[in-house]
């Protein structure tokens, strides 16, 4: 048990290594997050003008809400692990996994804590610069059931993100090109994830069908189990429903693993 622990924990350390050489790259996409940021608050204050509330929360609770978004993508969305892991099926590094006692998925999944270690620490940089700017827009409820659900709902946000992306990389055993099913993936969690719009401002019925699906929990959920728009019993359903998507995900993706392996081992001889 400490051994394998040990393999993992020197992954990460070398992920966070690796991930720091280039902390100016996040540094910089942090940096220009902040001009989304001000479209945001130029789009959602035109939206509000004449209006108090929409769906039931006003203009402060609403930008809180997107500014909270912009944080969570650094510390928990998955960038490029999906081209990453395709680039090591495709140049033939993934061999080296195959003759040693190490978990793939597990190795794969230490270098991304570390990666969003970085970016999330690097992106507090040019909040901190923008604090002055936006800290009256800034208002979140104080109920502590909120913290007790939102850290696991945080933790397996972020492995859904990543297993999906894992998902995608797997698939380069099969595709020599998966940049299409990334893009697509992309526009659709960028709708369904709630990244444009709050969700709840969907029609209710296509809003519960959104629940179903795990794009809901990788961004939306968290964000909005930590800003206040939905209530305790809705998020402890979603919870387990999480917990369900995390399962699935994981038996996808070692399924992947096993076929596309006896694929590679066909073609590589």
């Known amino acids: 048990m400490l051994a394998a622990f040990e393999k993992y924990r020197h992954a990460f350390l070398v992920g966070l290594q690796s991930n720091i050489v280039y902390r100016w790259n996040f540094a910089v996409r942090g940096f220009f997050s902040l001009f989304h940021l001000a479209v945001v608050f130029i789009l959602w204050g035109a939206a509000f003008a004449g209006s108090e509330k929409i769906g039931g ?6 930008l809180t809400y997107f500014i ?24 033939g590094l993934i061999n080296q996994f195959l003759l040693k006692p190490i978990n793939y998925y597990l190795y794969r999944f230490s270098i991304f804590v570390a990666a969003r270690l970085v970016s999330g620490a690097l992106i507090l940089l040019p909040l901190l610069v923008a604090l002055p700017f936006i800290h009256e827009y800034l208002t979140f409820p104080t ?3 909120r913290f007790a659900v939102g850290v696991p709902a945080l933790a397996m946000s972020a492995l859904i993100q990543f297993s999906i992306a894992y998902c995608f990389g797997m698939l380069t055993f099969w595709f020599l090109e998966i940049q299409g099913f990334v893009i697509l993936s992309m526009a659709i969690e960028s709708v369904l994830g709630g990244q444009i719009f709050p969700l709840d401002l969907l029609p209710e019925w296509i809003y ?12 939306y959920f968290p964000g909005a189990i930590i800003t206040g728009r939905i209530a305790l ?13 995390v399962g699935v995900l994981l038996v996808v993706n070692r399924i992947l693993w096993l076929r596309g392996l006896r ?4 073609v590589g001889g």
């Open 143 to 145: 109920d502590g059931w």
């Open 57 to 62: 929360f006003d203009l402060r609770q609403t």
């Open 233 to 245: 019993p809705e998020a402890l359903q979603g919870l387990i429903i999480q917990a369900g998507w």
């Open 208 to 219: 519960r069908i959104a629940q179903f699906l795990p794009f809901y929990y990788q961004m």
């Open 263 to 266: 694929r590679h081992t066909a």
């Open 68 to 91: 909270t978004l912009l944080v969570l993508q650094f510390f928990i969305s998955a960038f490029n692990e999906d081209y990453q892991i395709s680039e090591e099926i495709r140049s």
